[in-house]
């Protein structure tokens, strides 16, 4: 017994491991079953699909999956927060599957972030939710009362869509002794009530007989159904309608016209009169089968009255009567079979598609799936699929109607940016039908595409002492990527040039590519530049790309020939000369040797010159510019050698002074001089000799242009600090005069002819005017000044005087009058002016007249020496504005346009007699005339 336990127990854990087996190969098929039964409401549990299938809820509901069902209702959906499949609608099993022992609804789950696709199969069971139904509730029947016991006579076959134990399961009949009931099982199974004739009718005794036929399924609590049976007695009929056929059989296309007639039945009677004639009636049909076809009653003809639709119902069963007038009857079966014609296009639903997808997606990449099914049968519904050409895309079968578009080959996004997959079905009917899908799909950008310059290699000339900032050249990168994969900026590549950074000479534009030159570039330094410029994407990483730029420094002609020879002679403070002399006076650079017997075409000397610049720039020609014989030499345009033109003549000079100018070919031209001494001697005794016979002591041009540049400037601030000193007296005495007239103002003008005067405003101004003789001479010591005091003038004309003259600052005119005098002599008025002549003016006289008199080369001191030259230069000027403001300041005389007459007058102008008073404007007028001449 326990063996028998033990071997029990075995068993049934195989069998669970089996099942366990099942279920897990089921899982990883990615196919899911489950079962519950009809009629739930919406929402209802179905199955933990999230579990099952060992799917994460956070990446399901990330993912979008989502529950999908053939048709146009969806049964079924899924809980993302749960993963739970629920029933979306309520379900009807009968009407989702008539006349099925099982019921099963697909659907398929779709992980679109995967694109993966997931089979799931719920079996719908059948409850007890459908009452048996006869098709007449109420029915008459007509029977002989000649009728033997026994006689069968068919009833009508009560229906019931559920399945199982809860379909039909018995009949029952009541009502009447004279009838029994006899259930027959059919060849499908079903059951088929027969009424039974168990005592003989008298229509006498009972025309009519009533009946209840009752229909009960299996149902827990059990569903009845009933329908009421009159049976009417009839007098004798001896023969019944017969069928030619117990079965008839057609087959017809789907495509049949509604109207046409599918089959034609007849039935005989050999009875005469009323009961020979025959009626045909439908007594049982399948369901909506009397709304398909229509049975004529007198003809027996079977008519299509809508269409016809294989994949709907494949096969109808009709069950038709033949009665006759005296109420006997036959029955016969009709099957009628619709054969599929190829009236369905395949249909393609796109359950999951990318709508953008990544270059550099890998070949297999999942982009669409699709699911096709054709609704047509046999090879009407098998369906071929295909992609478009030209395409990198292929078609894979994922599931039995499923097919996957995944990616054939790497994507490239710059040749093709977008794509519209067209993916085509075709079924295999005759003629073929088709269908076709597109699927529109962007490729997204990956930085896979470095910039490319437009050229392989730049170059540009740069003209040499450019402008800092100009615009040397530009460079340009495409990237065929997009966006910010495509932009692109640039810079420099790191170099250094004479040992400064690159980047210090050139600099480049990121975001145009514009290269700039940041310094003046010299051809004499630099020729060529030679630089790396990067163009680098915006995409992460980057990519870039180098291109090489060259520079060409352009030379212009800014650079004068440079004599190499003969060498330029030292300064004055080189302090030692060519030969070693210690006094610096003399430089015998230069210096060449002819000899006096030399022949025409001798070669005296060579300039050598070089120009720094190149080209043309540099292209040096030689010209004599002065000679001192200007026939004697010449000079080679191309070589510069000096030559002589002729033979040298006794009644030549010795020494000869040759300037050569050294000129290039820029535009415009520069040149340089070379200063040549050619002493004509026949040795160097007698060069030495004529060389020291023409040297003179000198003093050094730069030490005398100092020394006058200082002389000039010490009598300039003299002569101002002068001006200004005695102007500042002026104003001060002037602004006294103004405030405390002096007492004896009066008498000191007392003198003075009222004639002179002119009155403004009670002020009385002098107008009297002077001549002044001045002699100076250069080849005397002594100079002359003479004033002329018949001579005087007035500078308006006289008027006579009044008879009372006006009294002057507010005297008593008659006291006046009677102390004025006529005149004064000129010694007075010199006698009360003792040193009006400022010194500067005598020590400015006493310089000039001295060095005018002695030559320069007086051995006096180089300051003095300077001082004279200096005033022998700048002396006229300066005397003659000295005097003009002189005369103006003593004398009081309106000069036009100095219009000084606002100033007083000096004390010292009193004396109209004084000669240095009247020789002050002669000595002005005679300077001023000199240096207008000069």
Known sequence: MCAAREGRCGRRQRALLCCVLVVAWEAARGQLRYSVPEELPKGSFVGDVAKDLALDLAALGARGARVVSPGRTQYFALHASSGHLVTAERIDREQLCRL?????????????GEMKVYAIEVEITDINDNTPKFEEVQMQEEMSEMTAI????????????????????SYALSGDEHFSLSVQAGADGEKRPELVLAKALDREEAAFHELLLRASDGGDPARTGTARIRVAVLDANDNAPAFSQAVYTVRVPEDVPVGSTLLTITATDPDDGINGDVKYALKK??????????????????RLVRNLDFEEWNSYELELQARDGGGLFDTAKVSISVTDVNDNAPEISVRSALSEISEDAAPG???????????????????????????????????????????????????????????????????????????????????????????????????????????????????????????VRYRLREGRLRGAPLSSYVSVQAETGALY????????????????????????????????????????????????????????????????????AWSWAGVELAPRSAEPGALVAKVVAVDADAGQNAWLSYELAKATEPGLFRVGLHSGEVRTARSPLARDAARHSL???????????????????????????????ELGSAAAPAEPAGSLTRWLVLAVAAVSCLFLAFLLLLLALRLRRWRRSRLLPPPSAGAALRGVPASHFVGIDGVRAFL?????????TADSRKSQLRCAGGSCCDTLPARPPPDEAAPLRGEDAAAHRAAEPDGLPVSAATAAAPGFLPPFSLLALLSLSLFTLFPITFPLSSLLSAFAQTFVVHAPPLLCCFFLFWTVYHTGIPIPFLRLSFLPRSPLS???????????????????LSEVCR
């Open 659 to 689: 300037v050569v100018v050294v000129k290039d070919r820029g535009r415009p031209a520069l040149s340089a001089t070379a200063t040549l001494t050619v002493v004509l001697a026949e040795s160097v005794a007698e060069l030495l000799s």
């Open 768 to 776: 009297r005017s002077y001549s002044h003789d001045v002699s100076l």
């Open 910 to 928: 009193h004396g109209f007699g004084c000669p240095w008073c009247g020789v002050s404007p002669f000595i002005s007028s005679v300077f001023f």
């Open 100 to 112: 099925l022992e099982k019921c099963v609804l697909r659907c398929e789950l779709i992980v679109e």
């Open 517 to 584: 030159a940041l310094r003046s570039f010299d051809y004499e330094e630099v020729r060529e530049v030679e630089l790396w410029v990067r163009a680098e994407d915006g995409g992460a990483p980057p990519l870039s790309s180098n291109v090489s730029v060259r520079l060409l420094i352009a030379d212009e002609n800014d650079n004068a020939p440079q004599v190499l020879y003969p060498p330029a002679a030292p300064g004055p403070g080189s302090g030692v000369g060519a030969w070693g002399s210690a006094s610096g």
């Open 365 to 487: 990449t999942v982009v669409a799936l699709l699911h096709v099914q054709d609704r047509d049968s046999g090879a009407n519904g098998e369906v071929r699929c295909s992609l478009g050409e030209g395409v990198p895309f292929r078609l894979e079968r994922a599931l039995d109607d499923y097919y996957s578009v995944v990616t054939a080959r790497e994507l490239d996004r710059e040749r093709a940016s977008e794509y519209n997959v067209t993916v085509r079905a075709a079924d295999g009917g005759s003629p073929a039908l088709r269908s076709g899908a597109v699927l529109a799909l962007r490729v997204l950008d990956v930085n896979d595409n470095a910039p490319v310059f437009a050229e392989a290699r730049y170059s540009a000339r740069l003209p040499e002492n450019n402008a800092e900032g100009a615009l040397v050249l530009t460079v340009r990168a495409w990237d065929a990527d997009w966006g910010q994969n495509a932009r």
């Open 285 to 302: 049909a399948m369901e909506n089968a009397s709304k398909i076809f229509h049975l004529e009653p007198q003809m027996g003809a079977i």
């Open 150 to 169: 026994g006689f069968r006579f068919p009833l009508p076959v009560a229906h019931d869509p559920d399945v199982g134990v809860n379909s039909l399961q």
